[in-house]
Nanobody, 119 residues
């Protein structure tokens, strides 16, 4: 399963960006779609995710500013980021978990997309 992430860019503080992630390949079902951002070293931190039942979870610092959504028909997830702050500057990664058409579980990561917020 491949992921295509897009939507990063440069904005001023207070601005907005919308990240998109599209999953393609032999997909039977998607259980969870999420966005992470680069932490120290090789670690990533959760930004937000949405489960197949619509349940969402957000990192504390983005609550009220970011909104996670998904379009199951398009195997897509979106992260609407409003009121961006310089500390939101980072590389954002899309992650998707689910099962392939053969029933095997998959856990795919997209390429990073840079978000830069200037003060």
């Amino acid at each position: 399963v491949q992921l295509q992430a897009s939507g990063g860019g440069s904005v001023q503080a207070g601005g907005s960006l919308r990240l998109s992630c599209v999953a393609s390949g032999s997909i039977l079902s998607i259980s969870e779609m999420g966005w992470y951002r680069q932490a120290d070293g090789d670690m990533v931190d959760l930004v937000a995710f949405v489960k197949d039942d619509g349940t969402t979870r957000y990192e504390e610092s983005v609550k009220g500013r970011f909104t996670m959504s998904r379009d199951n028909a398009k195997n897509s997830a979106y992260l609407q980021m409003n009121s961006l702050k310089p500390e939101d500057t980072d590389v954002y990664y899309c992650q998707v978990r689910g099962r392939t058409a053969t029933g095997s579980p998959f856990n795919s990561w997209g390429q990073g997309t840079q978000v830069t917020v200037s003060s």
